[in-house]
């Protein structure tokens, strides 16, 4: 039974899936803050993966708050990752973002290069060099970059989208595509990684792209409501899409090639 310390106690993706692996059977999973410096004082060597979900992510960033991202999602991540090898541990597994591209919109493929912009994106593919640096036939680096992930509760883009779809309940059918993960699938992947370990950057993601639309719909399905189609307007979206960030964002296609995902079987 593989011993796995989560740190980040409090990270929605790290809650989920210490959760889910403790009800396999096949791993012992316990989740840890690391908002002080106790976790200095723990042995790291007691545990066989060491899974690290603690970071900035969701507030805006500004001028006052930039050094944070990378005191946390840079500087945090890379210390934990020397102490898990100085410790003895097996594997680091670090969790970063789809944001290392620095896209809003376009089809991501193993060649497309990174090209974060702004701290977040910026801090988290620092750490991921720095880390990977790490790996050794001992010590095996596993960097994930998921895409938005979604489910109950998360936080984020997907609540602002669920916010938005319960008090509008209108939306337009437009037909774009979005590569997301849910919260199930992404503690399935990640188990999957740890069950094949090996030092490698993955880009898990659901089996098919998701349409905004589509997810907004069941959005309001779950909570009982009725969905109205707006129509008509397509023509001005695509238009505004091409001009305004946030378009981008809500009606924009933005997807990782299917190659690049986990095995789906790790998925089932």
Not at 142 to 162: A, D, E, S
Request: hydrophobic share 40%; aromatic share 10%; glycine share 6%.
């Amino acid at each position: 039974m593989k011993k796995i310390l989560v740190t980040g106690a409090n990270s929605y993706i790290g809650k989920n899936f210490t959760d889910y692996v403790n009800s396999l059977g096949k791993f012992e999973a316990q989740a840890i803050s690391v908002r002080d410096d106790s976790w200095k004082e723990i042995d790291f060597g007691q545990y066989d993966v060491v899974y690290d979900v603690a970071g900035i992510a969701h507030i805006k960033e500004t001028d006052e708050n930039r050094h944070l991202y990378y005191e946390v999602n840079r500087d945090l991540a890379v210390a934990l990752a020397r102490k898990a090898k100085e410790d003895g541990v097996k594997q680091f597994i670090y969790l970063s973002s789809m944001s290392v591209f620095g896209m809003v919109e376009g089809h991501i493929t193993m060649s497309t290069p990174t090209g974060p912009v702004n701290a977040y994106g910026k801090s988290k593919l620092e750490a991921e060099r720095q880390i990977m640096a790490l790996a050794s036939s001992d010590f095996v680096v596993t960097i994930v970059r998921p895409p938005m992930v979604y489910g109950p509760g998360c936080k984020g883009n997907y609540q602002l989208l669920r916010k938005f779809a319960l008090k509008i309940k209108a939306f337009p059918n437009v037909d774009n595509k979005r590569s997301m993960i849910s919260i199930e699938n992404m503690s399935r992947a990640v188990a999957g990684m740890i069950e094949h370990p090996r030092t490698s950057v993955w880009h898990p993601q659901d089996p098919e792209y998701i349409r905004t639309y589509d997810m907004v719909k069941s959005i309001t399905e779950e909570e009982g409501t009725r969905l109205f189609t707006i129509r008509g307007f397509n023509w001005l979206i695509k238009i505004l899409t091409k001009r305004i960030g946030i378009f981008k964002k809500v009606f924009g296609s933005l997807t990782y090639d299917k190659s690049m995902n986990v095995p789906l079987e790790w998925l089932e």
